[in-house]
T-cell receptor, first 112, second 114 residues
Framework: AQSVAQPEDQVNVAEGNPLTVKCTYS??????LFWYVQYPNRGLQFLLK??????LVKGSYGFEAEFNKSQTSFHLKKPSALVSDSALYFCAVRDIRGQLTFGSGTQLTVLP | DSGVTQTPKHLITATGQRVTLRCSPRSGDLSVYWYQQSLDQGLQFLIQYYNGEERAKGNILERFSAQQFPDLHSELNLSSLELGDSALYFC?????????????FGDGTRLSIL
């Protein structure tokens, strides 16, 4: 069965600094990987996905993610964090049966 | 705005009752998914429908059922409610059932069981 791990419950970063939110996965076959963001009292918003091709995927709001097959990781990154980036971030993997498995989420706080 | 509409936003009811949650997918989306989000279980996939047919089943209890209607809206029925069913229930939709299509989420229905 597939699984996703987000090892950090909380990440704090100063505004203007680069940010990284970590994700590792386990899945049979080729992974379809996604990042979503959740703001308070809102649903999840799609940020980016990796299907195949370039290991560096660019997404919404200046976010990008790096796929590393050997380390089975898909870390979310942004070169310069904004206070408005503070939210709950979820990594997810989708298997061939169509089920999307989410990580436990990482609360990102960007400090002014 | 994701384009996915869920009603009601909040629902308060008692144990043993039955409720129906409604979801209207984005215009043109054929797939609908239901998820449950709780503090202890995280975000759990419940069930997927594609163009009216059940496509995938996750951790959905037998007390729960869902359907997708010809106009593509979907309903999640929860019966014999227990305290542990208190959670945020999300609906998501995607263009089709291909695995690489992103899902777009509604803002959820917060269910509180008293």
């Amino acid at each position: 069965a597939q699984s996703v791990a987000q090892p950090e419950d909380q990440v704090n970063v100063a505004e203007g600094n680069p940010l990284t939110v970590k994700c590792t996965y386990s899945v049979s076959g080729n992974p379809y990987l996604f990042w979503y963001v959740q703001y308070p009292n809102r649903g999840l918003q799609f940020l980016l996905k990796y299907i195949t091709g370039d290991n560096l995927v660019k997404g919404s709001y200046g976010f990008e993610a790096e796929f590393n097959k050997s380390q089975t990781s898909f870390h979310l990154k942004k070169p310069s964090a904004l206070v408005s980036d503070s939210a709950l971030y979820f990594c997810a993997v989708r298997d061939i049966r169509g089920q999307l498995t989410f990580g436990s989420g990482t609360q990102l706080t960007v400090l002014p | 705005d994701s384009g996915v509409t869920q009603t009601p936003k909040h629902l308060i009811t008692a144990t043993g009752q039955r409720v129906t949650l409604r979801c209207s997918p984005r215009s043109g989306d054929l797939s609908v998914y239901w998820y449950q989000q709780s503090l202890d279980q995280g975000l759990q996939f419940l069930i997927q429908y594609y163009n009216g047919e059940e496509r995938a089943k996750g951790n959905i209890l037998e007390r729960f059922s869902a359907q997708q209607f010809p106009d593509l809206h979907s309903e999640l029925n929860l019966s014999s409610l227990e305290l542990g069913d208190s959670a945020l229930y999300f609906c998501a939709s995607s263009v089709d059932d291909r695995d690489y299509q992103p899902q777009h989420f509604g803002d959820g229905t917060r269910l509180s069981i008293l």
